[in-house]
């Protein structure tokens, strides 16, 4: 398995994967909204066997580079590879990544924040175990009776 950077041509990839975790109704609709991430400072990277993604994570700026804060915003693994460490792995190479950046412009990276229904037990059981912290719930919040929960992590 190969963790890296992601490129405008592995949209294909990513949508597929975007599609069933994040419940986007098609992969053309998925491919949009990666692409517009792109274009909107989203730094991606994937986990790929040979030429097949199989899993993927975003993170963007919180504000300016002075407030240290990043968003952990999408991770999705295929649903074949779940559970076998490749999440974990890529949230740890997606840190080192927002850690460069701001360290780059002058900075480091301090807090990273994510947001996740509350109903999804399986993410929330991941951000525990790789450190995140439930700060905040935010009542009915994208959906009426769904809340969000705020999870965050200080490096
Ligand atoms: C959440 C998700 C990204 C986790 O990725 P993953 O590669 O399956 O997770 P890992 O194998 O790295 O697991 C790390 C830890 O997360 C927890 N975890 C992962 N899958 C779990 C499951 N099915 N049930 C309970 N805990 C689970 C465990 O604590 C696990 O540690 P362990 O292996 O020691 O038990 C993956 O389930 C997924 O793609 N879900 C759909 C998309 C989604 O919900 N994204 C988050 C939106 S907020």
Known sequence: MELRRAALDDAK??????????????????????????????????????????????????????????????????????????????????????????HEQGFRLRKMFTTCHASNNVARAFYEKIGFKLEATLKDHYYEGEDECIYSTFF
Do not use: C
Request: aromatic share 14%; no cysteine.
């Open 13 to 102: 990839g990513i949508a597929r994967i975007m599609k069933e975790g994040y419940n986007i109704d098609t992969i053309a609709d998925a491919e949009g909204v990666f692409t517009d991430e792109m274009e909107r400072f989203h730094r991606y990277v994937v986990a790929t066997m040979g030429y097949d993604i199989m899993g993927f994570a975003s993170w963007t700026l919180r504000d300016l580079p002075r407030h240290e804060l990043a968003e952990l915003r999408r991770i999705a693994i295929h649903k074949e590879h779940r559970h076998k460490g490749i999440g974990a792995g890529l949230f740890y190479y997606l840190v080192q990544d927002a850690k460069r950046y701001y």
